[in-house]
């Protein structure tokens, strides 16, 4: 005879699961990219699905689908995910030796519609100074690093007038101080904008005090208005 009692047991692990995955998916497509970007990852070695499914499987392996509420399984998804993400970013460093990095950043860069070269910094640079730029004040750019959350990114920096994100300037000066940001300030900008984690949340995850998460967003926020004025 089927336990009915079980199956509807599984049925709602599975659903706690399902409902969680979702918000996985725009913050692992961004650390790998990131990784990309910084010539750690080969270009394609990574795919977010498979990095989500290993998380997954670690999750029914120890029976915590179970164990934990929906709010106590996300963070503890999250928490696999930024440890997974730790490890594949320290692990896959010497790539930068033997990646040249130039060809991955110019590839992310054709979008925008603008010429820049790599300093020895990895920072994305003009060729030529941004107040000699002449501007196509009409052309379509994608004006952050990320579009899945651009409404929360707006209201991140404390943007009400976004009409002056349609001209290139404003565009490349947000990508390129994204970045220029260390990776673990946009892991935590990631965490905060992609991942819509709080701040105590983000706090749980990295092991780290609320304050110290608080410093960091703050100092993210400050780079991009400093930048941006």
């Given at each position: 005879?089927?336990?009915?009692?079980?199956?509807?047991?599984?049925?709602?692990?599975?659903?706690?699961?399902?409902?969680?995955?979702?918000?996985?998916h725009?913050?692992?497509?961004?650390?790998i990219?990131?990784?990309e970007?910084?010539?750690?990852?080969?270009?394609?070695?990574f795919?977010?699905?498979?990095?989500i499914d290993?998380v997954?499987?670690?999750i029914?392996?120890?029976?915590?689908?179970d164990?934990?509420?929906?709010?106590h399984l996300?963070?503890r998804?999250?928490d696999?995910?930024?440890?997974?993400?730790k490890t594949?970013?320290e692990n896959e460093?010497w790539?930068k030796?033997s990646?040249?990095?130039n060809?991955?950043?110019?590839?992310?860069?054709?979008?925008?519609?603008?010429?820049?070269t790599?300093?020895?910094?990895?920072?994305?640079?003009?060729?030529?100074?941004?107040d000699?730029i002449s501007?196509?004040?009409?052309?379509?750019v994608?004006?952050l690093?990320?579009?899945?959350?651009?409404?929360h990114?707006?209201?991140?920096?404390d943007?009400?007038d976004v009409s002056?994100?349609?001209?290139?300037?404003?565009?490349?000066?947000?990508y390129k101080t994204?970045?220029?940001?260390?990776?673990?300030?946009?892991n935590?900008?990631?965490?905060y904008?992609?991942g819509?984690?709080?701040i105590?949340?983000?706090?749980?995850?990295?092991?780290?005090e609320i304050?110290?998460v608080?410093?960091?967003?703050d100092f993210?926020?400050d780079?991009f208005?400093?930048n941006l004025?």
């Amino acid at each position: 005879m089927i336990n009915k009692s079980n199956n509807n047991s599984e049925k709602n692990s599975d659903k706690k699961i399902l409902s969680i995955v979702h918000l996985l998916h725009p913050y692992v497509k961004q650390r790998i990219r990131v990784g990309e970007n910084l010539g750690i990852f080969p270009k394609n070695m990574f795919q977010s699905n498979g990095i989500i499914d290993d998380v997954i499987l670690s999750i029914y392996e120890n029976g915590l689908q179970d164990n934990m509420d929906i709010d106590h399984l996300k963070i503890r998804m999250f928490d696999l995910l930024n440890t997974k993400f730790k490890t594949l970013f320290e692990n896959e460093k010497w790539h930068k030796k033997s990646v040249s990095t130039n060809v991955i950043l110019e590839e992310e860069l054709k979008q925008l519609e603008e010429n820049f070269t790599v300093d020895a910094g990895n920072d994305l640079i003009m060729n030529e100074e941004l107040d000699d730029i002449s501007y196509h004040q009409d052309d379509y750019v994608q004006t952050l690093p990320y579009t899945d959350a651009q409404d929360h990114v707006f209201a991140f920096l404390d943007i009400n007038d976004v009409s002056q994100f349609k001209n290139n300037d404003k565009g490349v000066i947000l990508y390129k101080t994204y970045y220029s940001l260390p990776v673990p300030t946009s892991n935590v900008v990631d965490l905060y904008l992609l991942g819509k984690l709080n701040i105590q949340e983000i706090a749980n995850i990295l092991k780290i005090e609320i304050i110290e998460v608080k410093r960091i967003i703050d100092f993210a926020k400050d780079k991009f208005k400093k930048n941006l004025d």
